[in-house]
């Protein structure tokens, strides 16, 4: 073998190995992105947003309703919203601050955007951050959050609670 032939060789080798180099670092880089991705989601789906776990006066989801969303027709009947508490429905907390009062909230939290649970003794609560809010008027009592909950206009018909249009 000449030496012009041993280096074109070597030359061959070299960028074979720097191919196989570079293949395995995007390979790990690629891998790292995947994990670190289903880690994210992972701690995404961890935490209650289950109001009921308190065994205090909260429901979660009426029949129909899937989490994240609101069924089609009536949200919730008025029988089953508490005098002085609530119910989640979906991605809205519904309350019956008085007697025949109802209003409903997103149950987004101003401070991070984390569903917050039904309310228990008249407050509002996100379990994450333990932000708090009035079931009055969704005002911030306390915590992270900055601001109250955001208002969302529902009207009572025949005992139906249905979102305004």
Not at 84 to 99: E, N, R, Y
Request: proline share 6%.
């Amino acid at each position: 073998m000449t030496h012009q032939q041993k280096s074109a060789e070597d030359e061959s080798h070299r960028a074979l190995a720097g191919e196989v180099l570079r293949s395995s670092r995007r390979q790990l880089l690629c891998g790292t992105g995947v994990a670190a991705i289903a880690a994210v989601l992972a701690a995404c789906g961890t935490g209650s947003g289950d109001g009921a776990k308190d065994g205090g006066d909260a429901k979660t989801n009426t029949p129909g309703s899937t989490s994240g969303s609101q069924p089609a027709g009536p949200l919730a009947t008025l029988a089953e919203v508490p005098v002085g508490g609530g119910i989640t429905v979906g991605d809205l907390v519904i309350v019956q601050p008085t007697q025949g009062v109802v209003k409903a909230y997103s149950r987004s939290c101003p401070h991070m955007h984390n569903p917050v649970d039904a309310p228990k003794d008249g407050v509002i609560t996100c379990p994450f951050h333990q932000s708090k809010f009035k079931v009055e008027d969704g005002s911030r009592i306390s915590g992270p959050a900055t601001t109250g909950l955001t208002e969302v206009k529902v009207t009572v018909a025949d005992g139906k609670i249905t979102k305004a249009a």
